[in-house]
């Protein structure tokens, strides 16, 4: 009657169990996101005791601390992306990645140092520019070094230099401030009107660089695990036009994203203080941390699937 061919009971059921979930609120899998990292305890462990490993090996090793931080890091960021993939197609079980050799922790390294190019390069650039600004003023100069008229000569004819010697005499024995400058300055201290400060556009520029780096981060990831691909992760128009297509989703996996970040860093700040023990509950907490950044993503590109175009 309708001429089509039909479909299985079981694949209709799964269709419509896969609709209901896309449509519950992402506030409710809050619960599921903060369990998702203990579904696989062994695996879970086995994460962060290797991360710990490698963090460890980097800080202590005089030559080849890097491949422990490339090691460490790609680790977190492809079990991040794995469980990004696999909860997004609606598998909310399992986050191990297909790892063989050192080699496939190279892709996922570059994708999150391409993920925070795009999200925190605004933010770097800006700390950068402005202490330059502030303290070498010159260098960033208006004129930069060039000429807007005649050259003057930097010494004035002997007639001209006795004339304003002269004057400057005269003003200076009328002046009362002299005498404060030749007593030792102001009574509450030296008077310094070149000390230099932040200068005025850094006031607009780095609550927009901040704002920037907040918004942007979770669909920089998103954008790295589902491209798989370092141009497209670093052009800000993908990111963008799946933050309209998500819609008030990507805003509710922003918030938790970022409650999830500075727990994390909070926590790992007062870990530091703590020796040895400390390095090793700083790996279980980035392992938990980045596990359950890539399930809330996950969960969140699931639900906008249809208008992201990865059903």
Not at 139 to 145: D, E, K, N, R
């Amino acid at each position: 009657m309708c001429d089509v061919l039909c479909l299985s009971a079981a694949e209709r059921e799964r269709q419509e169990e896969m609709d209901a979930k896309r449509r519950r609120p992402l506030r409710d899998e809050l619960g599921a996101v903060m369990r998702y990292p203990l579904t696989d305890t062994m695996a879970f462990v086995m994460l962060a005791v290797v991360v710990w490993l490698f963090q460890a090996a980097a800080q202590m090793a005089a030559f080849g601390g890097f491949f422990g931080v490339l090691f460490s890091q790609g680790l977190l960021y492809a079990y991040s992306f794995t469980a990004i993939n696999r909860v997004s197609s609606g598998h909310m079980e399992g986050f191990m990645p297909e790892i063989g050799d050192l080699g496939d922790l190279v892709g996922p390294v570059r994708l999150g140092v391409a993920s925070m190019i795009v999200s925190s390069g605004p933010l770097l650039l800006l700390l950068f520019l402005i202490p330059a600004v502030m303290f070498f003023p010159a260098l960033f100069g208006p004129s930069g070094g060039a000429s807007d008229g005649p050259e003057v000569a930097a010494t004035p004819p002997p007639e001209l230099q006795a004339l304003l010697d002269e004057d400057a005499a005269t003003v200076d024995a009328l002046d009362p401030q002299d005498e404060l400058e030749d007593e030792g300055g102001y009574p509450g201290g030296d008077y310094d009107d070149e000390t230099p400060g932040p200068p005025l556009w850094a006031f607009a520029a780095l609550p927009l660089a901040l704002l920037w780096k907040l918004v942007y981060s979770p669909v920089a990831l998103i954008a790295a695990a589902i491209s798989r691909s370092f141009l497209a992760t670093l052009n800000p128009l993908v990111g963008v036009d799946a933050i309209r297509r998500m819609g008030s989703v990507y805003w509710e996996a922003m918030g938790a994203y970022t409650a999830i970040a500075i727990g994390q860093s909070v926590v790992g700040m007062v870990l530091a203080f703590v020796p040895f023990v400390g390095g090793v509950l700083t790996a279980f907490v980035q392992s938990y941390a980045f596990l359950a950044i890539g399930c809330l993503l996950g969960l969140a590109v699931f639900k906008k699937a249809r208008e992201l175009g990865v059903d």
